[in-house]
């Protein structure tokens, strides 16, 4: 039987592999500390769930509206004029299978083939394989550790040919928890405006901040910039709802038009009674949010203090998402045991050989010289996680 060729230049998702390896070890009896699921540990909230329930009791079970029920619709309209600034209309939301889906929507609606689409490294591992099924080109502009991992204007600048069309942001960003300031963000406006480009931003952790940190929306810098930005976000990381798949996009109605039409062939409407649970989530209590988010920064704080700890590892300090992204290059070259280390496909293969600690390799996510770590996971995890790691780092040999 024949494949597409375009199906078949689509790589895996390295970190649902990984985290699936780690589930197959525990299955088989191994004590496996997983730190490569990008999933809250925290079950959805219980007003949330009741919402789900009453609405398989009152028989909301049928096909709703592609772009997801208006009532929904207009919750999220309400939430991004009272969380961003921003002004919209229901029928400029399309409310999709996950943020996954909607961002698949986003690049399907603004893509043609031969198209190109920067994307900052790191970056989250699947942005690549969505710009790639809509036939452009994904082009990686590198960005710096000591500038906190965020794209500069300069660096944008450079980056931009002819054929670019699209500037995927993702703030705070996925794998390295950083977060742009309004000021950095309206430099980046400046270049973007000035080379007619639509923007996708990625905002799915939005909620997920630290230290004080103050989010900021690009599309909320100006009418100018709303006007070509497609605003992704969804109840995943927020709500502790990562298997319910609702994600949402807010665009110009002309986008949010092409991508209902394009939704509607392709899955028809999210899931109904996801979809009132969702509702529920975005009109309820905000409290078991702020209390996953502090625990999260309790987390965050002890597993950058482990890491400073452990010699030949260190990180930057992320203000918001989930995430360490720990450089382990200085560990390249040595040995555990039988396993050498060249790369962090190597450094991960033989952590989860030798200690039974699964991490994503930096390769993933552009950067090889990392692993990423999450610290969606008990503290006790994490302790356990941290002791094994600093025991096979310090046990490498030359």
């Known amino acids: 039987m024949q494949l597409s060729q375009l199906a078949q230049s689509i790589s895996a998702s390295m970190t649902l592999a990984i985290d699936a390896k780690a589930k197959r070890m525990r299955a088989e009896g191994v004590d496996v500390v997983g730190f490569g699921a990008g999933e809250p540990d925290f079950p959805t909230p219980q007003h949330i769930i009741e919402a789900a329930k009453r609405a398989m009791d009152e028989g909301q079970t049928r096909y709703t509206p592609a772009a997801g029920t208006l009532a929904l619709r207009q919750a999220i309209c309400e939430k991004l004029q009272r969380d961003n600034g921003l002004a919209y209309e229901p029928a400029q939301i399309v409310v999709s299978n996950g943020a996954k889906h909607a961002l698949f929507n986003a690049c399907q609606a603004l893509l043609n083939a031969g198209d190109e689409a920067i994307i900052p490294a790191p970056y989250w591992v699947t942005y690549p394989e969505l710009v790639k099924m809509a036939g452009a080109v994904p082009v990686f502009v590198d960005t710096k550790p000591e500038e906190d991992f965020l794209l500069t204007p300069q660096a944008l600048e450079a980056a ?7 500037v995927i942001l993702n703030s705070p960003s996925n794998p390295c928890g950083s977060m742009y300031s309004r000021a950095q963000l309206e430099a980046l ?4 405006e000035k080379h007619d480009l639509a923007v996708i931003s990625d905002e799915i952790y939005e909620k997920l901040v630290y230290d004080g940190a103050q989010f900021f929306s690009i599309a909320s810098l100006s009418p100018a910039m709303q006007a070509r930005t497609v605003v992704v976000n969804g109840m995943s990381k927020a709500y502790a709802m990562t298997g319910w798949r609702i994600g949402y996009t807010a665009a110009p109605k002309d986008v949010s038009a092409v991508m209902s039409n394009y939704q509607s062939h392709c899955t028809s409407n999210p899931n109904s009674i996801a979809q009132a ?10 409290g078991p949010m702020q209390d996953m988010v502090e625990a999260f920064g309790v987390r965050r704080d002890y597993m950058i203090s482990r890491v400073a700890d452990i010699p030949n590892l260190s990180c930057t300090h992320p203000h918001g998402a989930f995430y360490l992204f720990v450089d382990i290059s200085a560990c390249f070259g040595k040995a555990s045991g039988d396993m050498r280390i060249a790369n962090s496909m190597d450094f991960c293969a033989a952590l989860l050989e030798k200690r039974q600690v699964a991490a994503v390799p930096g390769v993933a996510f552009g950067a090889d010289n990392f692993m990423r770590l999450s610290y969606a996971t008990s503290i006790q995890t994490i ?11 310090c046990g490498l040999s030359d």
Do not use: H, N, Y
Not at 189 to 192: G, H, Q
């Open 160 to 166: 931009i040919t002819d054929k670019t069309r699209v």
């Open 189 to 192: 406006a400046a270049v973007i």
């Open 277 to 286: 649970a969702s509702l529920a989530a975005l009109q309820g209590p905000a």
């Open 383 to 393: 302790e356990k996680g941290m002791d094994r790691i600093a025991a096979f780092v």
